[in-house]
């Protein structure tokens, strides 16, 4: 089992539509949990983090969390073409002084006119 | 600009030969990361560094050595370079070991 899963995709989307990501993990020990986007060619780019079991809204972009499950999903609301990329997962979890954050492969999504 | 700076962009080079990449960060962070992503996308850690110290090394092959020189700078050696080296280097730093990643631009390493 992979550590973090994510569905390859690509998820494609219309404009203005809602883009949902999804990603599991297999550490219950996790304690911090990140949204990535990558442009193709470009370094991976922070767009969310989550902490506690819930949502999390910024802007046009909500995360949850749901540790029981080992889920974390990421929706985008009112889907733009600049939103096509591929979104990365990362899950964090720290062991005395080290932390060591873990990558799922991506999900590419493509927003569609 | 604060941000996570990396020298050089682009590198290709012969088999055998050792080169190294240079990381900076002016965010007054105290952990910096090295992190390799392959042909198929796939971001895996290599190594963290916490205030100069080095805290994760993951199962990287000892020609890879990492140098720290202070909290701003983390430094990738690479001796003997093999064709599987080739790929896509990111350096990233972070407030705190639980926080989110900051990633550089990349470094493009092609071997011939």
């Known amino acids: 089992q992979k550590e973090v899963e994510q569905n390859s995709g690509p998820l494609s989307v219309p404009e203005g539509a809602i883009a949902s990501l999804n990603c599991t993990y297999s550490d219950r020990g996790s304690q911090s949990f990140f949204w990535y986007r990558q442009y193709s060619g470009k370094s991976p780019e922070l767009i969310m983090s989550i902490y506690s079991n819930g949502d999390k809204e910024d802007g046009r972009f909500t995360a949850q969390l749901n540790k029981a499950s080992q889920y974390v999903s990421l929706l985008i609301r009112d889907s733009q073409p600049s939103d096509s990329a591929t979104y990365l997962c990362a899950v964090n979890r720290r062991d005395g002084t080290a932390s060591k954050l873990t990558f799922g492969t991506g999900t590419r999504l493509q927003v569609t006119l | 600009d604060t941000a996570v700076s990396q020298t050089p962009k682009y590198l290709v080079t012969q088999m055998g030969n050792d080169k190294s990449i240079k990381c900076e960060q002016n965010l007054g962070h105290d952990t910096m990361y090295w992190y390799k992503q392959d042909s198929k996308k796939f971001l895996k850690i290599m190594f963290s560094?916490?205030?100069?110290?080095?805290?994760i090394n993951e199962t990287v092959p000892n020609r890879f050595s990492p140098k720290s020189p202070d909290k701003a700078h983390l430094n990738l050696h690479i001796n003997s370079l093999e064709l599987g080296d080739s790929a896509v280097y990111f350096c990233a730093s972070s407030h705190s070991l639980a926080g989110g990643q900051f990633f550089g631009p990349g470094t493009r390493l092609t071997v011939l």
């Open positions: 560094y916490n205030n100069k110290e080095l805290i």
